[in-house]
């Protein structure tokens, strides 16, 4: 398996735009996360997919991000409109739910650049 | 709720000395603990996880960790650092509500050094 699949690896924007950040999971996976990445916040948690339902979803930061997960290997994370603080890197990562040691798998991420 | 902690920013290391990477935590109930290490430019891979069982465990690239009940600690060890070791490492537990879901630490650096 060619493991989590994100796309771009790099995205620069002005201000205003908006964004998709893609994400391919590993087949066979049925839970999806994204994360977020910065120096000052570290790496936080922004919504979490089981059986492409949202199940929490508390940490988008508001109104102007959302996520969607139309099929076991396809998410999207939309921001609208984007703005200078969403500069971060964003990580999905895929597991296999139904133990309590299940692992996370992440991708190499998206670099975002907000001008 | 639960929660983890790395208490050092960043751990300097000679090649080929012991090293050491804290972690405690916090949580009602079992403690399903995980360590990731992030290489620059990359994302989290796993490295090794304690569900139950033998209180030392083995992960990948030589790495352990020990997981101290009494002390809430799940320290992350290597008997003998590479520089190649260098990167960030995460300490993370699962949530006890169920799924998946981690709570990561804020991320420790290790600087091996020649």
Known sequence: ?115 | AQSVAQPEDQVNVAEGNPLTVKCTYSVSGNPYLFWYVQYPNRGLQFLLKYITGDNLVKGSYGFEAEFNKSQTSFHLKKPSALVSDSALYFCAVRDTGGGNKLTFGTGTQLKVEL
Not at chain 1, 92 to 106: E, H, K, M, P, R
Request: include cysteine; glycine fraction near 8%; aromatic fraction near 10%.
């Open chain 1, 1 to 115: 398996d060619a493991g989590v699949i994100q796309s771009p690896r790099h995205e620069v924007t002005e201000m205003g735009q908006e964004v998709t950040l893609r994400c391919k999971p590993i087949s066979g996976h049925n839970s999806l996360f994204w994360y977020r990445q910065t120096m000052m916040r570290g790496l936080e948690l922004l919504i979490y997919f089981n059986n492409n339902v949202p199940i929490d979803d508390s940490g988008m930061p508001e109104d102007r991000f959302s996520a969607k997960m139309p099929n076991a290997s396809f998410s999207t994370l939309k921001i609208q409109p984007s703005e200078p603080r969403d500069s971060a890197v964003y990580f999905c990562a895929s597991s296999l739910d139904g133990g309590v040691g299940n692992i996370q798998y992440f991708g190499a991420g998206t670099r975002l650049s907000v001008l």
